[in-house]
């Protein structure tokens, strides 16, 4: 079966720090990946998503970055952090078929920026 | 373009009582639907996905959603709310193209009060 793993899980860190948290999935091939954020009491937003190795959509302009190195690993990074990136990151995949697969949500990661 | 809306960013029931979780969704491309469910702290697991074929369609823990072309709406529904429900409920819609992310909903937090 397809599982998908995401680090750490909480993270706490200091203004104009850089930033790197990762996602790998594991028992699929050529999966769908995609890195979100939820800001305290919001709903989801879109950051970043990836149909391929190399192959990254930027969906918010922001201070943020992703890279997909490898077919089932997604990395979302930053150069210096800012206080308004705080929040919860959710990375999440989906089979590479069809709009009528849905995506499965790893267990995110509470970033603090202090 | 997609869009979801969820009528009521708070519901609150009884424990025993109906849950209703409104779902609205706009799509370009007949639509595959999704309920997601959050509880707190935790990524977003899957509840129950509408493709095609029954439009009334059964998830996990007791919730069932119906899809409504007409009212283009696809409702969340449970008969007797339990204390365990309470967490916040994502409805989404499938994108226009295989090669893109679903569009979430705002998300409704539902309370259950004993």
């Known amino acids: 079966s397809q599982t998908i793993h995401q680090w750490p899980a909480t993270l706490v860190q200091p203004v104009g720090s850089p930033l790197s948290l990762e996602c790998t999935v594991e028992?699929?091939?050529?999966?769908?990946l995609y890195w979100y954020r939820q800001a305290a009491g919001r709903g989801l937003q879109l950051l970043f998503y990836?149909?391929?190795?190399?192959?990254i959509s930027s969906e918010v302009p922001q201070n943020l970055s992703a890279s997909r190195p490898q077919d089932r690993q997604f990395i979302l990074s930053s150069k210096k952090l800012l206080l308004s990136d705080s929040g919860f990151y959710l990375c999440a995949w989906s089979p590479d078929g069809g709009r009528n697969q849905p995506q499965h949500f790893g267990d995110g990661t509470r970033l603090s920026i202090l | 373009a997609q869009s979801v809306t969820q009528l009521g960013s708070h519901v609150s029931v009884s424990e025993g009582a109906l849950v209703l979780l409104r779902c609205n969704y706009s799509?370009?491309?007949?639509?595959?639907l999704f309920w997601y469910v959050q509880y707190p702290n935790q990524g977003l697991q899957l509840l129950l996905k509408y493709t095609t074929g029954a439009t009334l369609v059964k998830g996990i823990n007791g919730f069932e959603a119906e899809f409504k072309k007409s009212e283009t709406s696809f409702h969340l529904t449970k008969p007797s709310a339990h204390m365990s429900d309470a967490a916040e409920y994502f409805c989404a819609v499938s994108p226009d193209t295989g090669r893109r992310a679903l569009t979430f909903g705002s998300g409704t937090r539902l309370q259950v009060q004993p």
């Open positions: 028992g699929t091939s050529n999966p769908n």
């Open positions: 799509s370009s491309v007949p639509p595959y």
């Open positions: 990836s149909v391929g190795i190399g192959q």
